[in-house]
Structures are given as C-alpha cells and as structure tokens.
C-alpha cells in the first residue's frame, strides 16, 4: 500500500461526507472517522488522524478526544477480524459465560488483546439488541447468535482460514 | 395478478437464521413450479417472535409457518402453495400470533400503533408505506392544520415518551415551538442500548419511514427546518434501511424543500454513534452530534430551550416518533381509548432471558409483568421455575416472582432457578462500570467498587457489613451522580440486594450456592 495515495483516500473521503450529510459546522467528526477507520482497518494512525482534523478544521486534540472516547475507535492496530462479545445479562443468562470462555481459550487473549498472527482482536460491547437469538457475538459488520462453545470454535476456524487466504 | 404472497420475515436476528438464503429458496422453488406468475416472494420485518427457525406467512390464506430447514421450504411449496394443502406440522399455533396483536379485546390490526407496517411492509420501498395511509399525516398537517393544532391534539392524546423518562410529548413540542429562535431542531433517539431492548431497532429495520415523516411532522409544529437520527454505530441493519428510506422521501419530496408543494422545508441526516451507551442520555447525544465525545450536561437549560448548537431541540425517542402519524390519522380520543388514563397508547415490550417466546409484543400501557411472562411470553422453558424478573433493562429493578404485579418498563428480563443473584447483579455492575463516561466521581468510582465488593462477595470472600456498603453506594449514586445513567444505577443494585439477601447471605457464609452458574470460581486464563 502506498502510503501517499491512501491519505488522499481519505482527504476524498471526508471531502463527500462533508458534501453528502453535513448540516452545520462539525456535525460530521464521527461520520468521517467511522469510514476512515474502515479504510485502516480498525484503527485509525495518526497521519490520518491529522488530515481529518485539518480538513475539518478541529484541533487534533479534539480529534484524539473523540477517537479514545468511544469504544468503536482506536488509535492502535487491531486484528483484521475484531470479534465483539455481548457481555449484558441477556446474553449472559442463556449462555454467554461459556461462549466467552471458549473465545478466551481458543483465541488464547483476553479483553483488548490481540492474537498473535493479528487476525483478532476480542473486545466487550453493550447489548446488540439482538437478544432474541442470544448469545450474541459479531465479528467486523457480521452478527453471529444462538451460539453454543462448539459453534464458536467453528466460526473461528472459518475466519483463520479467510483471514490466512487474505495474506 | 399474483394471488398468493409468501411473506418472508427478515431481520437482523432473522437472517441469522437464514432468512435471506430461505427466501431465495421460496423463490427458487416457485419458479420451478411454474408458480411465478401465482406467487410473491417479499421479504417483510420482524413479527417480533423468535423461535427456532423463521417465520414465514402465506397470504392472503393467513397462514404462518416456522421454517428451520431446506426441506420445509420445499414442504410449504410444494405443498401449500401447489396443492394448497396446509403443512400443519409447520403450523405455527395461531395463540402465540394473536399473543403478538395488541389487545385481548380487539385482536385486530389496527391496535397494532407502533407496530402497525412492521412485518407487513417491505421497508425498503416506499410505495408500500404510502399504500398503507405512510405521509397521509404530513400531508394532513401541512395542508390543513396549524402547527399549534398538532401540539394540541398531542397534548390531548397524552402521548408521553417512550425512551424512559415518560415526559409528555406535546408539551416538549409545545415548550420548543414557543422558545424564539430563527434555527430549531428535531432529533431522534436511536441510540438504543439498554441491554434487552430492541424494539427500536425493529421499528427502523421494519418500517423506517414511519420515523421519517413524524419527524416531518415535529419539524412543522415547532418551527424546525433540520433533523438528525442518531444511530447506534453497531446497528447496520437499521442505518442501511434508514438510508435508502431517507434518501427515497427525498425523491419523493417528503423531504428537503417546499415539502408537498407547501412552504415547508424540512432536511433529514443520520448520525451514527461510536459505541458508548451513554450518548442514550439527550444532552451526551446532543455533544456527540456536534463531533464531542458523549458525555452530559448540566440541566437546565433543557434541549427543548437550549439544545444542539444551542439551539431549542426537540429530542424524541424512535418508538416516540413512531405513534405520531397514527395519532394525527385517528386522533387523540381514539389513542386514549387504549392503556390507562395517565398514559395512553401502548407499549412495545421485548421479552429476554429464559423464556419461551423471546421476541417483543405491543400491548396497552399498563399490562402488568404476570400476564408479559405467561400469556404473551409462555411461560419459562424446559419446566423450569421463576426465580426474578428484570423490568426495564439493566437499570430496572429486580424483582421476585411474587411482586409480579407491579408496573415496568420496557424489557422483561425472565431469569429461572438457575440463575444466582450475586452474578446478576456483578455482570449488571460490570455493565455500568465499563459504560461510566468517566465524568462525575460517584459514578465512575461508585460502579467500581460496586463490582470488586460484589466480586469478593460471588468468590465467597464477602461480609456482611458489605451489603449495607452496596446500599450506602447506591444511595449516594441517586443522590449526587451528574447524569440519569449514574443515578439509575441504584435501582437494579438496590433492589437486588433487597429482594434476594438471602442469596447474597449464602454466598458470605461460603455455603455452596446450589443454584449458582459458578460454583467454584474456576480460573480463567486471561493472558494479557
């Protein structure tokens, strides 16, 4: 990836949300990091960090604010496959204990790490509202419920193999 | 003319049980059949029931069929639909569908207020929302009503919110049309996130336009030109069908400028959030729009005086914003014919945990817990007996199977005899404890110590004096936390501990807890 082409990416970027959803001035900060981040993968590096508050023309520390304040962003690299464990009591009494258990032994992190070949990242998130199919996980946009341990372990072997093909 | 329409329930929960891959198959099917010019395929949103597999409708038979497998869409056309033959193994029990219709007096669909297009519609096209009276209301309102009569006929229909707090609608739209200012906004709540709920999510992946022209509408009475829906950055489903349902009015000029011909200009943009349930709490969600991180303001000056940028603001919650056509159509009198005489209407109720049909059910105000866990939810499976109830989400109260008649809120969390009181209570801690902005003390601090004294206490390392400290902590939130959300935390803590202290006294007397989910704290390999 060359460096320079991505950072106009993300200048275009910002550039039509700007055109497409602004109403008022500085309305569109999340909007834009919520799509710059998809151009990194998960996280979103300083440089861009700077280009976005540029161009919006907000202190990069408000940026840093806003990117370290919510769970969604991050300033560091996370895996290709973020897997995002609902940890309310919903999912919690139908089983949820066990599926993050299973995520911890099979992943071999805990909370907020990392695996080490940088496929995944395991994260905690509120409800997803999608407790009628609890347990619920949802790995990167995809939702995953009524789970069970082996159907864990499943789901995770698929990814490794995708995420392994990809590189 | 196509006879028969095969509705195809689609959601986000829906579609993880295949439901996009069961559609297909139906149309696959019908095609091989050489039914294609007899039988509709669409995709429609949730009923609300969740059992095992996807609910399928055929109409206009009135039939609603489970399919779990590849062979019962084959089962259904080619029996149903070319031999017109019922697969009654398939069946579901027509009880549970009318479970899911509002009134026990009037199982009729026009009770259905908030619920009224979803699973009967396809969000994704607007013509069917207009075909089922969708814009009639804005339409009423810009051409023959002053925006002071649509507050009025609000106020009389006692509408009150739907997001928690329960202030009358009217009177918000009332306060806000008389602040003087050249700029005002309408913005919707949709950042729901209180473990349990999702009744919001339903409605916008349902039938999205609904939202979009009581928020029109809003615009109209108090004087506002622009709107913003705050979504959940998590919720997909809902901002693609917002997206295409916004982008769809602005085609069809229910958006945008001189609305109807009318002098009425109204914009409509959606905000996504970023993972932090706070932004729930109005004034969090009014910074985060402006591009700050959510954290809450100090009140008063409320959003109807001083809201975004400042500016008077209207904030309603999604289910909020979805009775308001329906009112304007059918008037305040018909909606206070329905739920009790302070509040009105109905409510959209998700039933979680251990029950035997999860799902949500929309049922006058005022239904009490007894008859949401037995008649609309079946009861507890596998012949398990009630232990607690949850009402109203993480920040609700616990309560035993014999206060079963009291009034709630919302989320009907079923947990049975397996469940322990401790862990409940430690996970609903650690819930509040990760969601804590971080921005007053006796939140911040008052969910940490909450967790690590219910942690010793679930590991049999607990005293009794720690209970009257859990107490302490919780009065002190209510007292002085700076926001809803520190001062809620209270409710679930309190109330836990006060009805369930017998639990929490075995657990500090090291006795094995017989019901418990933990047993023995196991070690949990946690490498960093």
């Known amino acids: 990836m060359v460096v320079d082409q991505t950072l106009e990416k993300v200048k275009d970027i910002i550039e039509a949300v700007k055109k497409e959803q602004s109403l008022e001035e500085g309305d569109i900060l999340i909007n834009c990091l919520h799509k710059v981040q998809d151009v990194y993968q998960n996280f979103v590096p300083s440089e861009a960090a700077e280009i976005v508050a540029e161009s919006l023309n907000v202190p990069l520390s408000k940026v840093y604010e806003v990117l370290t304040f919510y769970t969604m962003f991050s300033t560091k690299t996370r895996g290709t496959f973020i897997i995002r464990v609902c940890n ?23 909370f907020g790490g990392t695996t080490e070949d940088g496929l995944f990242t395991l994260e905690k998130t509120g409800c997803l509202g999608l407790c009628g199919v609890g347990p619920v996980i949802m790995i990167n946009d995809q939702f995953y419920g009524n789970l069970t341990p082996e159907r864990v372990v499943e789901i995770i072997a698929g990814y490794r193999k995708k995420g392994r093909a990809g590189t | 003319m196509k006879t028969q329409t095969v509705l195809v329930s689609v959601d986000s929960g829906s579609v993880l049980k295949g439901a996009r891959y069961y559609k297909e198959l139906f149309q696959e099917l019908v095609n091989q059949y050489n039914l294609d010019s007899m039988v509709e395929v669409l995709e429609t ?6 059992r095992e597999g996807v609910l399928v409708s055929i109409f206009p038979d009135g039939v609603y069929y489970e399919v779990c497998s590849k062979d019962d869409v084959e089962k259904v056309v080619s029996e149903h639909l070319l031999k017109g033959r019922a697969v009654s193994a398939l069946m579901i029990d027509e009880e549970i569908i009318k479970k899911n219709q509002p009134t026990e007096e009037a199982k009729t669909s026009e009770t259905r207020i908030v619920l009224r297009n979803v699973g009967v519609i396809d969000p994704l096209v607007i013509e069917e929302y207009i075909a089922r009276d969708g814009y009639m209301a804005l339409g009423k309102v810009l051409s023959a009503m002053k925006p002071s009569d649509v507050i009025d006929i609000l106020k009389e229909s006692a509408l009150r919110g739907r997001g928690g707090a329960g202030f009358p609608t009217g009177k918000k739209w009332e306060f806000t049309a008389k602040t003087d200012s050249d700029v005002k906004y309408i913005l919707c709540n949709a950042d729901e996130g209180e473990p349990g709920t999702f009744k919001d999510r339903l409605i916008m992946e349902g039938d999205p336009h609904a939202v979009i022209e009581a928020m029109a509408i809003a615009g109209y009475s108090v004087g506002a030109s622009k ?8 919720y997909y489903g809902s901002i693609d069908n917002l997206n295409k349902a916004i982008q769809d009015a602005y085609e069809w000029g229910f958006l945008g400028k001189n609305i109807l011909g009318t002098s009425f200009s109204f914009d409509l943009t959606i905000r996504l959030g970023a993972g932090a349930y706070i932004c729930g709490e109005e004034t969090a969600l009014i910074e985060s729009i402006e591009g700050k991180p959510g954290r809450p303001r100090f009140k008063p000056p409320y959003p109807p005086v001083a809201g975004l940028y400042q500016k008077p603001t209207v904030v309603n919650n999604v289910e909020t914003f979805a009775n308001v056509p329906w009112i304007i159509l059918n008037g305040a009198k018909a909606f206070k014919e329905i739920g009790t005489p302070s509040s009105s209407g109905t409510k959209v109720f998700t039933l979680v945990g251990n029950i035997r049909n999860r799902g949500l059910v929309e049922v006058p105000m005022g239904t009490s817990v007894f008859d949401l866990v037995y008649r609309y939810g079946g009861g507890l499976p596998g012949g398990k007996s009630l232990k607690m109830v949850q009402t109203g989400g993480t920040a609700g109260t616990f309560i035993r199977p014999d206060q079963l008649n009291v009034k709630l809120d919302g ?27 971080g921005k007053c003390t006796p939140c911040r601090e008052g969910t940490r110590m909450a967790v690590s004294i219910l942690e010793g206490i679930s590991k049999g390392n607990g005293k009794e004096s720690d209970l009257d400290l859990l107490l302490r902590i919780s009065d002190t939130m209510e007292e002085t936390a700076f926001c809803g959300l520190g001062q809620a935390v209270a409710m679930p803590l309190r109330s836990i501990i006060e009805n369930f202290r017998e639990d929490f006294l075995k657990h500090i007397r090291k006795e094995p807890c017989p019901v418990c989910v933990y047993e023995k704290p196991k070690k949990r390999k946690t490498p960093a």
Request: charged share 25%; aromatic share 10%; proline share 2%.
């Open chain 1, 88 to 110: 309310s009591l919903p999912c919690h009494v139908t089983g949820g204990a066990k599926i993050i258990e299973t995520l911890f032994e099979e992943l071999k992190v805990g």
């Open chain 2, 45 to 50: 949103g949730s009923l609300g029931i969740y």
């Open chain 2, 411 to 437: 989320v009907i969390l079923v947990m049975d005899e397996d469940s322990c009181s401790v862990e409940a209570a430690k996970v609903a801690m650690e819930f509040f404890e990760h969601e804590s902005c």
């Open chain 2, 227 to 234: 709107g913003y829906i705050y979504i959940r950055g998590e």
